[in-house]
């Protein structure tokens, strides 16, 4: 277990999104040097007072690359620190340095919580090593020695604490966005199913008038063309959306008041909207939802019912709760239920999500029926 836990250190890269220099860490520079000057030139006990003093001040500006540099900053400050332990265990000088110095931790902060896992190995070893030279030469007893390692250990145990919580934020950024380009991926199959349904559709109605009726087939064309021109379009948009980096045009989502235009544009002799007045309110997902579940009702009809003549649409709304329900009077194949593929699969998916549920399948009056329902308490 601890060997893996190490392994998989070890090859942990870098934390992302380091910002190489931002005003504050210019505050913390200034702050740290005037503390330093201040401590060297008024505090009566620092041994080597000049060459202590210039020390601390020298290192000071390592702050500016502890996110970019986060090892070497680590090792030129923590290896100066093993220097001034091992001077003074061979100048017989207690503590050398400031008590300034402290800011090396923000060292150690920083090397766990932007350093990859090597970095993060060796630099802390490199941190343990110069500890512990300090420690002997400052003849620290035990509680200091426990304390010392404890601070060192709540910095590295803080910048880990900082980057697990960014990683997750990152994940769960991620996932946000995997779950939008999934439901972009059904709109974008909701949208070309339907309209290549209706071109589908057109281009058979016009092959069976052409001999009878050529105007009829002209007809039949500029309905094909219009279909084709808008899913290209629609098509377009949702695939620009779908590639990383790409600008989106924002449009608005169609919705319950779009369902009379679905209506006129579908190829069948009728298809019937009811819709109640008061419709505006819905959240905006849930009157996106209807349009779709709509439009897929209206394209496995004009797909796989046979002979079908008429599609009624209707929507109505009652406590709380949004209902929609789509039939046709198609025949359905004696073989079994059609299969409708992912079309169906979306559309119980798409209702779900919105904390509601679908049922599809025969109708009692013969044809096809979808029913879905869903809450609408979320009004804006």
Do not use: K
Request: with cysteine.
């Amino acid at each position: 277990m601890t060997v893996n836990a190490l392994s998989s250190l070890w090859v942990e890269p870098r934390a992302t999104d380091a910002p190489e220099r931002v005003s504050r860490d210019w505050v913390l520079v200034g702050v740290v040097l005037v503390t330093a000057l201040l401590e060297g030139a008024f505090r009566g006990d620092v041994a080597w007072r000049p060459f202590a003093t210039i020390v601390a001040v020298g290192l000071a500006p390592v702050l500016l690359w502890r996110r970019t540099h986060p090892l070497a900053c680590v090792v030129v400050a923590f290896g100066t620190a093993m220097a001034l332990g091992l001077a003074s265990l061979s100048g017989g000088a207690p503590s050398v340095g400031l008590d300034t110095m402290i800011y090396f931790l923000v060292l150690v902060y920083a090397l766990v919580r932007w350093g990859s896992g090597r970095e993060i190995v060796i630099g802390l070893a490199v941190v343990a090593v110069a500890a512990g030279i300090s420690t002997v030469a400052d003849s620290a007893g035990p509680a200091d020695v426990i304390g010392g390692f404890g601070v060192l250990a709540a910095a590295a145990a803080g910048g880990a604490a900082f980057r697990y919580r960014a990683e997750s934020w990152r994940r769960a950024l991620d996932q946000s966005r995997s779950q939008e380009r999934v439901g972009l991926a059904r709109e974008l199959h909701d949208v070309v199913a339907h309209h290549v349904s209706a071109i589908a559709v057109q281009a058979q109605a016009g092959r069976a008038m052409a001999g009878q009726r050529p105007e009829a087939a002209l007809e039949a064309l500029v309905v094909i063309e219009g279909e084709a021109s808008r899913t290209l379009a629609e098509m377009r948009a949702m695939v620009r959306v779908l590639r990383d980096g790409a600008p989106a045009e924002c449009a608005p989502q169609p919705g319950v008041a779009d369902l009379v235009s679905l209506a006129r544009r579908a190829p069948l002799p009728v298809v019937d909207v009811e819709v109640p007045d008061g419709m505006d309110g819905l959240p905006p997902q849930v009157d996106a939802a209807v349009y779709r579940l709509a439009q897929e009702a209206l394209t496995n009809a004009l797909r796989h019912a046979r002979d079908a003549s008429r599609v009624e649409i209707r929507v109505a709304e009652d406590a709380g709760r949004l209902r929609l329900r789509v039939t046709d009077d198609g025949q359905i194949a004696p073989a079994g239920p059609v299969n409708h593929g992912f079309g169906l699969l979306g559309m119980t998916e798409r209702v779900q999500l919105l904390g509601g549920t679908l049922r599809a399948g025969p109708a009692p009056e013969g044809g096809w029926a979808v029913d879905a329902e869903m809450p609408t308490e979320a009004r804006r």
